[in-house]
Structure formats: C-alpha cells, structure tokens
C-alpha cells in the first residue's frame, strides 16, 4: 500500500468516523436540540395569547378567542396538527365542535399549556404540535452540511494527494530510484531539489550516504587493486621460491602449492591440490599426527615419493599456521638427495683427513718421544761425564755436546709446539698464579745467560698491579721466555735488556689486559724485515741463524700464544739501536685463591723449564746447592723398562747417595715393593707387561702404600699425560730428559716434606 | 468616504422632493370641501376602510368633494364624537340616529330600504330552555349593553312585555353570544338575523330562535346640520346612484345595505317611542 493509497485510506477513514459522529451522534443531539427548540417556540406562541385567552374567557368572548385560534391554525397550519382549548370546568371551547380524538403520529408533540383563569380554574391549552417540518429543515441542515464536508473532504485529500506527490512521494520514488542505481552501482543519481524538511534532510542524508558509498567504494576498489597486488606479489613469491611450499589442512589434504613443490614430486601445474601427505611421503607413520606433533621450526628428513613412485631425500621443515579458527600446516620442502649425496662425500673425506691428521699427530707424539728418550740418555749421560775426572779439552768437547743436545731439546719442543698450536690441539690452562712470582722467575732464568753475554738485565713489576691472576702460567712465561732470551741473545756486550709489564687496560672487575714489554738495545731489525718474523720458518737475517743458532719458531709460537690468551705480539724496532717487542694478554683477576695456587705448584713444579737452552750453570742455586744430600740412604725404587734410562737414573740417584732397586716393568713394580720398603718410587709411564699408571693404581689400593710418594718420569710431557700421571694417582711428575738437580729436589721434597703439598 | 457623502446628500435631496409631492396634493385638496365621514365600529377598522374607501372614492368622484373617513376605537368613542358634531356624514344604528337628532341635529339621509332591523333570541337547541317564559332569572348574553336589535331592544321586550328578570352579560360580539349560548354560560342570548345567519351551520344548527324583536329601519347614513343641502343633497343623489349599478349595488352590500334608499327621521320615530334610554349603560 503506498502512501497514496494510505492517505486516502486514513482520510476516509477518519471522514468516515467524522460523517458517522456527524450522522449518529451530533444529528440526534442537533435534532434534539431543534426539538426542544421547537417545543419551546410553540410554548412561547402560546405564551403570547396567555393574556388575550384570559381575557377573552373572562369577558366570555369565546369568538375572540376562537377567532384568535382559528388565525393561529392558519398561521401554524404546518405544525400544528390540533389545539384544544379546555376550561377549568372541563368544556372544551376550542374547537367548539369535531372529535376530541387526538392525531397520531410520529412527528407529533403533544403540549398542554395552563392558564390560571381567576372565576373559571384553570384552563388548559392542548396543542398536538408536528415537528416534521423542522425536523426535516434539521435534516436538511445536516444533510447539507454533510454535503459541504463531503465536498470540503474530497478539496481537502485531493489537495494532501497533490502535496503528498509533490513533497513527499516523488522526492521519495527519486530517492528510491537513486537507491537502486547505487544498488546496482550507478552513483550519478538525480536527488530531489533541496527543502528545508524532513525530505530534505532525508535527501541530505541520502547525498552523504552516497559520497560515503562512493568513497567506500572507491577506497574498495583501490584496496581491491592493492590486495590483488599483494596477492600477484605474494603468488610470484610463493611460486617463484627454490623451496618447495605445500600447505596442508587439518586432514592432510594439500590445499596450497607452488610451482617448486610440484617439480619436487614431479606433478604437473596444480595437480598436488587435493593430493594427501600420506601419497608425498614414503614413511609409513607419516600422517597428519605426526606432522602435528613435529617441531616447528626444525628440519626434517623423509623419503619423499614422486609421482612416478620414485623415492628420494626429502628435507621438511614445517610451520603451523592459524587461518580462520582452522589450524593449517605450512611445509618447506627440498629436494637434498644431491646434497645427501655430497654430504656423504663431505663425510668420508673428513674422517679421511682426520684419519691422516690422527696419523700425524700420532705420528708427530711418537717422533718427539722416540727422539727424546734417546735425547734423555744423552743429555744425562754427558753430565754423568762432567762428574768424572775430565781434562780441559774434554770437557770443552762436552760442553759443546750438551749444548747441542739441549739446542735440539728445544727444537723438538718447539716443533710440538707448533704442531700442536697449528693443529689447535694446543689448550690453555685456567689456573692461579701470581704475576711477581712469574716476573721473578724469568729474571732468574734470563739473568745467569745475561751475565755470561755482559748485558745487564733490568726487570720491572709494579706493586700497584693486581698480583693473582687466572690463567695459564707456564705458556706466559713460555713467550717472555723467549722474547727475553731472544733480546739477549741479540744484544752485545755491554747492551741492555729491560722486562716490564704493565696494564694496559682493566676491561672489567674480573678480566684485564697485560702488556709486558721487552726492550734491548741491541742489533735492531730493518722495517721490511719485521712483518716476516712471526711467520714460520723465516728469521730476520739467514746469517742470524749462523750466529746465533735457532730455527726461528719461538716468535711465530709466541705471537700464535699469545693470540690464544686474547693479545698480540708486535715488534719496533730501529736497525743498530734496539728493539721493543710487546705482547698483550687477556686474563682474569683473581685475588684471594691461595688454595689454588698450592695446588698449582704441585702440579706444575716440575714441569720442564719452558726454555730447555737452561744449563746447569745458568740454573746456579738450583745446580749448584748440591741438591740431594739429604737423600743420602734413602731407598727409591726405579720402575723404567730403558735400559739406558735405568743407567743414567741410577747414576744420578746413587750420586747422590741414594739406594736404587730397578724393577723393569709395573708387575716387577709390585713384587719388588712387596719384598723390600722403600720411601719413594721413580715410576716410567709407557711400559711393556704392565705401565706405570695401572702400577700406580694397583699400589695406592694399598693402605699402607697410600702416602708412598711416586712420581712419574715420562717423555711425555703433554698436559694430558701429566693428568693422567695425576689420576692414576702419582704425586708429582718429572719430564724427559729431566734434570739430575731437579730430579732430586722434588724426591727430596716428596720424601721429607710431602705435607707441604697437601 | 466621497462617496458615502455623495449618497448621503442624494438622499436628503430625494427626500425634500418627496416630501414636496406629499405637500402639493394637500395643498391642491384645501381647495376643495372636504366631509368627515364617521362609520360605527361594528367591524374593525381595516375592515371598515375596505368596505368605505371604495364608496368614498366613488363618492369623490361623483361630487367633486374630498370624504375623509374618521375612525372611532370604540362604540362609546364614537357616540361621543357624534354627540360632539365631530362627523359631517356619519353611518350608525337607529338609535345612535336619534341620539344625533337630539344631541347635534342630525338627519337622515339614506338607509336600506329592503331590510329591517331586528334582534333575536336565541337558546340551545338541546336545552332545557324552550320557551322566553323559561329564562326567568337566567342569565342572559348579549354582545353589548347599547347594540340596538340584539341588546337594547331585547331587553326592552324582555323587560316591558315578559317581565322578565335577568342576568345579562356582555360578551363583546354576536358570535360570542351565540358561544356563550352553546357553551351553556347564558341560558340564552341575543343577537341579530344578519350575524346568526354568518355563522357556521354546526353552530345555527345547534341553536333555536325563540323570540324576534319588532323590526325598525336600519342603520341611516346621517347629516350634520352644518352641511348645507345641496351639499348633502349632492352626496345623497351620489349615494343612490352609486346603489343604481351594478358595482356600486356590490360596494353598498358591504355596509350592509342591500338596497338604498332616501331615510327620514320619521322612519326611526317607532324606536323613539320604546324609550330604550332606560336601557342604556352609559359608563360602558
């Protein structure tokens, strides 16, 4: 029903109510009204001859009176249908004569009217009144004004339909159109003209609603474009990558591939969608439970299967993604048969190459331990020869021996050096010492060679520097060893050596950079031949190696150590006035670890001398204090299965007084320390029937051998080995070729003063 | 506003020209004889002017003289005025005629010569009243106490030849007479032939003449001395000729006369002779 219809509709409505109050309400209240009107004239009518009747009748003047009526009924002929006039006495005198029958009939009202006659009562007027006239002039009245309403009615809705088409309905329809087109995507529209109403605003608000609409769909359309870009951007991405890429939905169904994957499986375009995993996969347990409860992130091997039922190497990595409420299951795949296949070839070839490499190393242990334990007997042997008579010549001759003989000590040292450092097998120490203590110990080992040479030897360590340090002592003093004997062995009678260290920087409350600086005086090297020193097997000058001997490997071993401890060596140096090389150390200040540093000295101090070219002579307090003559009687037993090394231990050992049995190997060992007491054990590690560390082992299960000192003499000196010597349960270890003087310094301190050690 | 003033002046303007029109007829009339004509208020008056203005008018035109009719309210009024000469021609009953005669000296001039005048009496048909013998204290209504016929002369005969004794009551006019008398407020009453014949048959039938009076000469048209005789002669030949024709027979008929004719003082000498004075109610 459109407003038309339903404007008409409440407008008849409405007039129909108003005519029906009209008709059946106000019509009966009007004629009512009219009525009473009417009865009230008539009243007054008969009102007004009051006076004339009561005269009439008292003069009985009935013809007046009857005159007087008969006017009236002339003059109300139309509404008075009877008048009768009855006296107080009950005679009629109106009308004198006819039936006192009374007309019927609807329209008829019937008035009686008394009139107090003094002789003769009261008379009274009877008038049958018919109000049909009136009544009908009341219809009449009504029934025009219903007409004038009616006409009024149709004026009134035609004129509302003409201002409903105007103002409402056609606004409306261009509305209504308009919203159409902008349904089917036509924005120009043509809106109403503009009004200050309801329509207007209605307009007003349909014009912004279609900018809006307009604008959204603008903005649509280019989110549209930009998301088709993204999605082109994305697709050329995903189609394009070398990976493999399938996504798979909760019931490992392939939903999404590129074009990778599908060249992986050997599908053709699109045909991996719909494909389960269980038919990409070779593994039987591979099912959508097992992808779930894969490590996201992780790469994964499985035997992929191609389409052709070929199978191969398939590496997955898989991602879970959340899309929807749905969990999806992202899937980087690769085909690494060919890279397996490398990976094999890579494999073998490194156990190759460390197959070798354990072959040199091996190789390289053995040699130095073959080479040493003939060195052992040399060295000791020649200083044997230095105790017996010897003339002048001789014992030149033997010095020049034993020279040779440690000159190849250190050969050989820095030879394992080197291949250890070179085959990073080398590890450092993290242990306590303390700086003044390394600092005067390089004084006394530098010190004997610079008063032999006539260079005088300064050595600087300031108080103010922290004194206890965390790291690894022996391999320190190795490189200021060096550079300190190289500045001396460089510098000519009368020159000077200086040996300071200092801190350079305190990086932390724990860690600080040393700077130890060595400065001589001496030759000098040119500029274009310093950045050769630290390289291998180059020395500054091939006459060097004439004059002063040495291969040349203790600075590229000091510069490479001193880069394991986080420094650096360098060198300057100006040719015939001196050179100052510097190094720099990283380590951790350590304070207050005096237990630490007892047991570091047990465990290092006999440890070989980081420099081998030390000769008894430039060992002086250690040489030449005669160590060994507490030892006088003391019974030692000396387990070595080298018949030379047995000599020339033996010969050192009873030198010194001391009572040696020689058992051969570990098993003789134990019988021999069954049968006889005795207060300390010289104990050979590599040994034939039984070593040195299962001896070791057998006797400390002993109660009563737990306090026997034992210690080790081995050729090698490898940490490693001197652990091992440790755990097995020795007491101290002793590096071939030792030092007679050293060998009977530690039994001395082992069997007299062993608590100190605990 | 000009032109409600312009309305204005042209109506004082139409009306002094009115008014001029109005003034030149009375100017012109002064220069005739003008006659005051009195008639008796047995009608009303409207009615006396239709049945007079033609006359009049006719009369006018036949003697050249102006008849002004002059109006009386009342019966006594108008026996007043012609006792005081106010009238030049007046119309009354016979007994006004001698009450004139005696009072100004006016003479009759023309009368109805084929009626007379009489009054009758009349009961209730269905009455127990059949006879004058049977009114005797009875009460008795009549229109007035001075009507000649109905009233004075019936009680005249009541009285001189019946004896008899009465209540009579006066009910304005005959047909109230002959109300009263069906009403049974008056055992009888009197009136005239003329008026009981005018009534409605219902109301004759129910009614019974019991007693007539003696006829006299009905009512003149009377002179006043004043008037000289050709004057009074030349209005009573216009007054006999108008009663010649045809429409002046219907005009005359109206009075009533039906017949006119010359009257003399010697026709009303019989009435004289009843002494109706003693009838009289003056104050009436």
Same mark, same amino acid.
């Given at each position: 029903?459109?407003?038309?219809?339903?404007?008409?509709?409440?407008?008849?409505?409405?007039?129909?109510?108003?005519?029906?109050?009209?008709?059946?309400?106000?019509?009966?209240?009007?004629?009512?009204?009219?009525?009473?009107?009417?009865?009230?004239?008539?009243?007054?009518?008969?009102?007004?001859?009051?006076?004339?009747?009561?005269?009439?009748?008292?003069?009985?003047?009935?013809?007046?009176?009857?005159?007087?009526?008969?006017?009236?009924?002339?003059?109300?002929?139309?509404?008075?249908?009877?008048?009768?006039?009855?006296?107080?006495?009950?005679?009629?005198?109106?009308?004198?004569?006819?039936?006192?029958?009374?007309?019927?009939?609807?329209?008829?009202?019937?008035?009686?009217?008394?009139?107090?006659?003094?002789?003769?009562?009261?008379?009274?007027?009877?008038?049958?009144?018919?109000?049909?006239?009136?009544?009908?002039?009341?219809?009449?009245?009504?029934?025009?004004?219903?007409?004038?309403?009616?006409?009024?009615?149709?004026?009134?809705?035609?004129?509302?339909?003409?201002?409903?088409?105007?103002?409402?309905?056609?606004?409306?329809?261009?509305?209504?159109?308009?919203?159409?087109?902008?349904?089917?995507?036509?924005?120009?529209?043509?809106?109403?003209?503009?009004?200050?109403?309801?329509?207007?605003?209605?307009?007003?608000?349909?014009?912004?609603?279609? &900018?809006?609409?307009?604008?959204?769909?603008?903005?649509?359309?280019?989110?549209?474009?930009?998301?088709?870009?993204?999605?082109?951007?994305?697709?050329?991405?995903?189609?394009?990558?070398?990976?493999?890429?399938?996504?798979?939905?909760?019931?490992?169904?392939?939903?999404?591939?590129?074009?990778?994957?599908?060249?992986?499986?050997?599908?053709?375009?699109?045909?991996?969608?719909?494909?389960?995993?269980?038919?990409?996969?070779?593994?039987?347990?591979?099912?959508?439970?097992?992808?779930?409860?894969?490590?996201?992130?992780?790469?994964?091997?499985?035997?992929?299967?191609?389409?052709?039922?070929?199978?191969?190497?398939?590496?997955?990595?898989?991602?879970?993604?959340?899309?929807?409420?749905?969990?999806?299951?992202?899937?980087?795949?690769?085909?690494?048969?060919?890279?397996?296949?490398?990976?094999?070839?890579?494999?073998?070839?490194?156990?190759?190459?460390?197959?070798?490499?354990?072959?040199?190393?091996?190789?390289?242990?053995?040699?130095?331990?073959?080479?040493?334990?003939?060195?052992?007997?040399?060295?000791?042997?020649?200083?044997?020869?230095?105790?017996?008579?010897?003339?002048?010549?001789?014992?030149?001759?033997?010095?020049?021996?034993?020279?040779?003989?440690?000159?190849?000590?250190?050969?050989?040292?820095?030879?394992?050096?080197?291949?250890?450092?070179?085959?990073?097998?080398l590890t450092l120490r993290h242990a306590y010492f303390q700086l003044p203590e390394l600092m005067d110990h390089v004084r006394h080992v530098i010190e004997p060679q610079g008063v032999k040479q006539g260079v005088s030897l300064f050595v600087n360590c300031p108080n103010a520097l922290p004194r206890g340090y965390m790291g690894d002592k022996q391999r320190l003093e190795q490189i200021l060893l060096n550079l300190a004997n190289n500045a001396?062995?460089?510098?000519?009678?009368?020159?000077?050596?200086?040996?300071?260290?200092?801190?350079?920087?305190?990086?932390?409350?724990?860690?600080?950079?040393?700077?130890?600086?060595?400065?001589?005086?001496?030759?000098?090297?040119?500029?274009?031949?310093?950045?050769?020193?630290?390289?291998?097997?180059?020395?500054?000058?091939?006459?060097? &190696?004439?004059?002063?001997?040495?291969?040349?490997?203790?600075?590229?071993?000091?510069?490479?150590?001193?880069?394991?401890?986080?420094?650096?060596?360098?060198?300057?140096?100006?040719?015939?006035?001196?050179?100052?090389?510097?190094?720099?150390?990283?380590?951790?200040?350590?304070?207050?670890?005096?237990?630490?540093?007892?047991?570091?000295?047990?465990?290092?101090?006999?440890?070989?001398?980081?420099?081998?070219?030390?000769?008894?002579?430039?060992?002086?307090?250690?040489?030449?204090?005669?160590?060994?003559?507490?030892?006088?009687?003391?019974?030692?037993?000396?387990?070595?299965?080298?018949?030379?090394?047995?000599?020339?231990?033996?010969?050192?050992?009873?030198?010194?007084?001391?009572?040696?049995?020689?058992?051969?190997?570990?098993?003789?060992?134990?019988?021999?320390?069954?049968?006889?007491?005795?207060?300390?054990?010289?104990?050979?590690?590599?040994?034939?029937?039984?070593?040195?560390?299962?001896?070791?082992?057998?006797?400390?299960?002993?109660?009563?051998?737990?306090?026997?000192?034992?210690?080790?003499?081995?050729?090698?000196?490898?940490?490693?080995?001197?652990?091992?010597?440790?755990?097995?349960?020795?007491?101290?270890?002793?590096?071939?070729?030792?030092?007679?003087?050293?060998?009977?310094?530690?039994?001395?301190?082992?069997?007299?003063?062993?608590?100190?050690?605990? | 506003?000009?032109?409600?003033?312009?309305?204005?002046?042209?109506?004082?303007?139409?009306?002094?020209?009115?008014?001029?029109?109005?003034?030149?007829?009375?100017?012109?009339?002064?220069?005739?004889?003008?006659?005051?004509?009195?008639?008796?208020?047995?009608?009303?008056?409207?009615?006396?002017?239709?049945?007079?203005?033609?006359?009049?008018?006719?009369?006018?035109?036949?003697?050249?003289?102006?008849?002004?009719?002059?109006?009386?309210?009342?019966?006594?009024?108008?026996?007043?005025?012609?006792?005081?000469?106010?009238?030049?021609?007046?119309?009354?009953?016979?007994?006004?005629?001698?009450?004139?005669?005696a009072a100004q000296g006016y003479q009759p001039l023309v009368r109805d010569v084929k009626r007379s005048l009489f009054g009758i009496l009349v009961v209730a048909k269905d009455g127990d009243i059949k006879k004058v013998e049977d009114l005797q204290g009875k009460t008795l209504a009549f229109p007035a106490p001075n009507a000649l016929a109905a009233s004075l002369q019936m009680r005249q005969e009541l009285h001189d030849n019946f004896k008899?004794?009465?209540?009579?009551?006066?009910?304005? &006019?005959?047909?109230?007479?002959?109300?009263?008398?069906?009403?049974?407020?008056?055992?009888?009453?009197?009136?005239?032939?003329?008026?009981?014949?005018?009534?409605?048959?219902?109301?004759?039938?129910?009614?019974?003449?019991?007693?007539?009076?003696?006829?006299?000469?009905?009512?003149?048209?009377?002179?006043?001395?004043?008037?000289?005789?050709?004057?009074?002669?030349?209005?009573?030949?216009?007054?006999?000729?108008?009663?010649?024709?045809?429409?002046?027979?219907?005009?005359?008929?109206?009075?009533?006369?039906?017949?006119?004719?010359?009257?003399?003082?010697?026709?009303?000498?019989?009435?004289?002779?009843?002494?109706?004075?003693?009838?009289?109610?003056?104050?009436?």
């Amino acid at each position: 029903m459109n407003i038309r219809t339903k404007l008409i509709f409440a407008s008849l409505t409405a007039f129909s109510v108003y005519m029906l109050t009209l008709f059946f309400v106000w019509m009966p209240m009007q004629l009512e009204k009219t009525k009473r009107d009417f009865v009230e004239t008539q009243l007054m009518i008969l009102n007004a001859t009051g006076p004339d009747v009561v005269r009439n009748i008292l003069s009985r003047d009935y013809a007046a009176l009857i005159a007087s009526f008969d006017k009236q009924m002339l003059n109300h002929q139309k509404t008075w249908a009877q008048i009768s006039i009855h006296l107080g006495d009950g005679k009629r005198i109106y009308p004198l004569f006819g039936a006192s029958q009374k007309p019927v009939g609807e329209t008829l009202i019937e008035i009686n009217y008394e009139i107090d006659t003094i002789d003769r009562g009261i008379a009274t007027i009877n008038l049958i009144a018919d109000w049909k006239t009136v009544r009908q002039d009341g219809y009449d009245s009504v029934f025009e004004l219903m007409r004038f309403m009616g006409i009024a009615f149709v004026l009134m809705v035609s004129l509302g339909l003409l201002l409903v088409e105007f103002l409402l309905r056609r606004p409306l329809m261009q509305l209504t159109d308009g919203a159409e087109k902008i349904s089917q995507g036509d924005y120009n529209i043509q809106l109403p003209a503009s009004s200050n109403d309801e329509i207007g605003s209605l307009t007003n608000m349909f014009e912004v609603m279609r &900018t809006r609409l307009d604008e959204g769909r603008a903005s649509l359309r280019h989110a549209l474009i930009r998301a088709e870009e993204s999605e082109h951007y994305q697709r050329t991405i995903f189609e394009n990558l070398s990976e493999g890429l399938v996504v798979l939905d909760q019931q490992g169904v392939v939903q999404r591939s590129n074009r990778a994957a599908e060249q992986i499986f050997g599908y053709g375009y699109g045909q991996l969608l719909g494909e389960r995993i269980t038919a990409l996969i070779a593994d039987q347990k591979i099912d959508i439970h097992a992808i779930e409860s894969l490590q996201v992130g992780q790469a994964y091997l499985y035997q992929g299967k191609k389409s052709s039922g070929d199978q191969f190497a398939l590496e997955m990595v898989v991602s879970r993604i959340e899309m929807h409420n749905a969990q999806l299951f992202a899937l980087i795949l690769r085909d690494i048969s060919l890279r397996e296949q490398a990976k094999a070839a890579l494999i073998h070839a490194k156990e190759a190459a460390e197959a070798a490499d354990q072959a040199k190393s091996q190789f390289l242990a053995n040699m130095t331990h073959e080479i040493r334990t003939p060195m052992n007997a040399i060295i000791g042997l020649s200083q044997l020869i230095f105790n017996t008579k010897l003339d002048r010549e001789q014992r030149n001759y033997l010095e020049k021996l034993r020279e040779a003989s440690e000159h190849m000590m250190v050969i050989i040292n820095d030879i394992l050096d080197f291949s250890k450092i070179s085959d990073q097998q080398l590890t450092l120490r993290h242990a306590y010492f303390q700086l003044p203590e390394l600092m005067d110990h390089v004084r006394h080992v530098i010190e004997p060679q610079g008063v032999k040479q006539g260079v005088s030897l300064f050595v600087n360590c300031p108080n103010a520097l922290p004194r206890g340090y965390m790291g690894d002592k022996q391999r320190l003093e190795q490189i200021l060893l060096n550079l300190a004997n190289n500045a001396v062995k460089f510098t000519p009678k009368g020159g000077e050596v200086y040996i300071a260290v200092a801190l350079k920087e305190r990086i932390n409350a724990l860690q600080a950079v040393l700077q130890f600086v060595v400065k001589d005086t001496g030759i000098g090297i040119a500029p274009e031949d310093q950045q050769s020193l630290f390289h291998s097997f180059q020395q500054v000058d091939g006459s060097s &190696t004439r004059r002063y001997g040495g291969i040349g490997l203790g600075l590229v071993i000091s510069k490479q150590l001193a880069q394991l401890m986080g420094g650096d060596v360098w060198v300057e140096s100006v040719v015939n006035q001196g050179s100052t090389f510097s190094f720099t150390v990283t380590l951790e200040i350590a304070e207050n670890q005096k237990y630490e540093v007892e047991k570091e000295k047990r465990l290092f101090l006999n440890i070989r001398p980081p420099m081998a070219a030390i000769d008894e002579k430039r060992l002086p307090q250690q040489a030449k204090t005669a160590p060994g003559h507490a030892l006088q009687g003391v019974n030692i037993l000396l387990v070595e299965d080298d018949p030379v090394n047995q000599f020339l231990a033996k010969a050192i050992l009873e030198g010194a007084g001391v009572i040696v049995k020689v058992a051969n190997h570990g098993q003789e060992a134990l019988q021999l320390l069954e049968a006889h007491p005795f207060d300390a054990i010289l104990m050979d590690c590599q040994m034939p029937v039984m070593d040195g560390f299962t001896a070791t082992e057998q006797i400390r299960t002993q109660k009563k051998y737990r306090a026997l000192p034992i210690i080790a003499l081995s050729a090698n000196v490898g940490k490693e080995d001197v652990e091992h010597a440790f755990a097995a349960g020795m007491n101290a270890h002793v590096g071939k070729p030792f030092q007679s003087a050293t060998l009977l310094a530690i039994l001395e301190k082992w069997i007299f003063n062993p608590d100190h050690h605990h | 506003m000009k032109k409600t003033v312009a309305i204005l002046c042209a109506s004082v303007v139409a009306l002094m020209l009115l008014s001029v029109n109005v003034w030149v007829p009375t100017a012109q009339a002064t220069e005739k004889k003008v006659f005051k004509i009195g008639v008796v208020p047995q009608f009303e008056a409207r009615r006396l002017h239709e049945i007079w203005t033609p006359i009049l008018n006719t009369l006018e035109e036949e003697t050249g003289y102006h008849f002004e009719l002059v109006g009386s309210p009342t019966i006594p009024a108008f026996e007043k005025e012609f006792s005081e000469g106010a009238f030049d021609f007046a119309y009354m009953n016979p007994y006004h005629a001698l009450m004139a005669e005696a009072a100004q000296g006016y003479q009759p001039l023309v009368r109805d010569v084929k009626r007379s005048l009489f009054g009758i009496l009349v009961v209730a048909k269905d009455g127990d009243i059949k006879k004058v013998e049977d009114l005797q204290g009875k009460t008795l209504a009549f229109p007035a106490p001075n009507a000649l016929a109905a009233s004075l002369q019936m009680r005249q005969e009541l009285h001189d030849n019946f004896k008899l004794d009465f209540k009579p009551i006066y009910v304005k &006019t005959h047909d109230s007479v002959y109300y009263n008398v069906l009403l049974g407020d008056a055992a009888a009453g009197g009136g005239v032939q003329k008026t009981f014949n005018s009534q409605a048959p219902q109301i004759r039938d129910n009614l019974l003449i019991i007693h007539q009076t003696t006829p006299v000469a009905p009512h003149p048209i009377m002179v006043h001395p004043r008037v000289n005789a050709v004057q009074a002669d030349k209005v009573k030949q216009a007054l006999l000729h108008l009663g010649s024709t045809d429409v002046g027979k219907v005009m005359l008929a109206n009075i009533p006369m039906k017949q006119i004719g010359e009257a003399t003082m010697a026709d009303y000498e019989p009435l004289k002779q009843l002494h109706l004075e003693r009838f009289v109610v003056e104050s009436y």
